[in-house]
């Protein structure tokens, strides 16, 4: 349970375990647990520029998000139900894990993000020499860690941390919009 000043993360962590039991699909997994986290997160989920659904990849895949800034795509999101186990052992699941880097390879993405609702993993596409299950930045288990823990862990998948993990190879991601669809 948060402290007594909270932040708004931790609340919505916590109102997110507390559902957890009571989703039952992919699609409620993404409206009820994914999206509030991801606007929580700094992600403008209803803004086109920025969160994208569905959107085709060159192989007419589809990842379920798109995470754009300047209208580069930044990450893949790949959402499986609430009740499919994304991390098992304290590790990825390998078979979601090479779905999400197949989506991010085609594109030129070098990052993807694998998730439950309540499991998050961050993923870097390209790492030589590593098996997809091995490319993880950060692993969270929302119900496994203490919410202010939890909460810390997830400032890796915040809009502001994305764009940085860009700028440390070369690449200066701002604020401006005008990519078309």
């Known amino acids: 349970m948060p402290g007594l000043f909270s932040s708004p993360l931790e609340e919505r962590i916590e109102a997110i375990v507390k559902i957890q039991s009571r989703i039952t699909n992919e699609e409620a997994t993404k409206q009820h647990m994914v ?8 992600w403008r989920i209803d803004d086109p520029h920025e969160v994208y659904p569905e959107r085709q990849t060159r192989n007419k895949r589809r990842p379920d ?7 580069k795509p930044v990450a893949f999101v790949e959402v499986k139900s609430a009740k499919t186990r ?60 203490n919410v202010e823990e939890a909460a810390n862990k997830m ?13 440390k190879f070369g690449y200066e991601l701002g604020e401006r919009y005008g990519f078309v669809f």
């Open 86 to 145: 994304i991390i098992s052992r304290g590790r990825a699941v390998s078979r979601h894990v090479g779905q999400l880097i197949g989506y991010c390879f085609e594109e030129g993405v070098a990052l993807g993000i694998l998730t439950n609702g309540t499991q998050w993993i961050l993923i870097e596409t390209f790492k030589l020499w590593t098996r997809p299950e091995d490319r993880v930045i950060t692993m969270v288990d929302l119900g496994k860690l």
């Open 155 to 167: 400032l890796a998948f915040t809009r502001r941390n994305i764009r940085h993990y860009y700028r």
């Open 65 to 71: 998000y798109t995470l754009l800034v300047d209208g």
């Open 35 to 42: 999206l509030p986290l991801l606007n929580e997160l700094g």
